[in-house]
């Protein structure tokens, strides 16, 4: 359906003053919301790899998560009830210590693309505070700690344990930041990790699945 293909490629190029109406056209002319939603993770995931591989950067990638954005505003009405879409709702913070959320927001925007409804808690955010918003909100499948500083890797540590203490269940956590490294998530006992926005979309959908 070339209305839907319009549509990921508004997304892949970030045109968001264009993208409500290319939805809509596709909707109009048949296409189903979750299709429509598909087509855009889709782009998103494009623009991932894109950016992981070093051929776009922050701002490329900030432009299509937008569009994406009001792409999503479009059908979302349309979407509400239908859970098949979502993945469920993930819980994003910068640890304790930390104030640092341009990464953090830019992972935010990538796992929300990938299907997820985002609890975005912030900076500078206790590790209790994590275990409460889990609590608080429906169907929290994943937690995600960012940590950009040295300085801030034990409150990333103590974030991971305080959930996994907590008792929560069917709620995996990711980690990611600057000084996280694969054997650092392992041992303070995340169950993923993501070196940048693109890839904590790909783990996410892996740590849900």
Same mark, same amino acid.
Do not use: H, Q, W, Y
């Given at each position: 359906m070339s209305k839907i293909q319009d549509v990921k490629e508004l997304v892949e190029t970030g045109k968001s003053k264009m993208i409500g109406l290319a939805v809509q056209e596709a909707l109009d002319a048949g296409g189903q919301p979750a299709e429509i939603l598909q087509a855009m993770v889709d782009s998103m995931s494009v623009v991932g790899d894109k950016f992981s591989a070093g051929d776009?950067?922050?701002?490329?990638?900030?432009?299509? $998560?937008?569009?994406?954005?009001?792409? &999503?505003?479009? @059908?979302?009405?349309?979407?509400?009830?239908? +859970?098949?879409?979502?993945?469920?709702?993930?819980?994003?913070?910068?640890?304790?210590?930390?104030?640092h959320d341009i990464g953090k927001n830019l992972v935010s925007m990538m796992i929300e693309s990938a299907g997820f409804t985002m609890v975005d808690l912030g900076v500078d955010v206790p590790?209790?505070?994590?275990?409460? $918003?889990?609590?608080?909100?429906?169907? &929290?499948?994943? @937690?995600?700690?960012?940590?950009?500083?040295? +300085?801030?890797?034990?409150?990333?540590?103590e974030a991971v344990q305080t959930i996994k203490a907590s008792g929560l269940t069917g709620c995996k956590v990711i980690v990611g930041g600057a000084p996280v490294t694969p054997e650092f998530a392992a041992e303070i006992g995340a169950d993923g990790y993501a070196a940048d926005a693109g890839s904590a979309a790909v783990k996410a959908k892996e740590l849900v699945r």
């Open positions: 776009i950067f922050v701002p490329e990638m900030l432009i299509a $998560a937008k569009a994406m954005s009001k792409g &999503v505003d479009v @059908i979302r009405p349309l979407m509400a009830g239908d +859970t098949s879409a979502s993945l469920g709702t993930c819980v994003i913070g910068t640890v304790a210590g930390d104030l590790a209790a505070r994590f275990v409460e $918003a889990a609590k608080e909100n429906e169907k &929290v499948t994943l @937690i995600a700690c960012s940590g950009l500083l040295t +300085t801030t890797m034990p409150a990333l540590k």
